[in-house]
């Protein structure tokens, strides 16, 4: 087996100053956005959604395929859950609500002009 060369690496691979480096952009692996996954585009259509699957039986609600950049979709997550009165979180693109509120949150979409339809069951 060859022995691999620091050039056969990529160039720089730790930085005492940022730590990991990407081989790539040479950039920290933290601001490293050559790798970074792009969400897919949807249809167009917000939907909405009640889960309770691996959370020890407490629903959520899901709200997935919302058309925005991830600060705007943190804001809209912080305005449902404020009008709702519960928590939640925006994880990889989908807003979680805690709680059973499906059709409040359908509503407050629709009223900012999303086209919203209530997905499974």
Request: one cysteine or more; a positive charge.
């Amino acid at each position: 087996m060859a022995k691999l060369s620091l050039s056969d690496l990529g160039g720089l691979v730790y930085s005492t100053e940022v730590g990991r480096t990407c081989p790539v952009c040479r950039q920290a692996m933290a601001a490293c956005t050559c790798n970074a996954p792009k969400r897919p585009v949807g249809d167009g259509v917000v939907r909405v959604s009640r889960e309770t699957k691996g959370r020890a039986g407490k629903g959520v609600t899901l709200v997935r395929g919302v058309p925005l950049d991830d600060a705007e979709l943190v804001a809209l997550g912080k305005q449902l859950k404020a009008a709702c009165g519960s928590g939640g979180t925006v994880k990889d693109g989908v807003i979680e609500v805690q709680g059973d509120h499906v059709e409040r949150v359908m509503q407050l979409l629709q009223a900012q002009g999303h086209k919203v339809k209530r997905a499974g069951g």
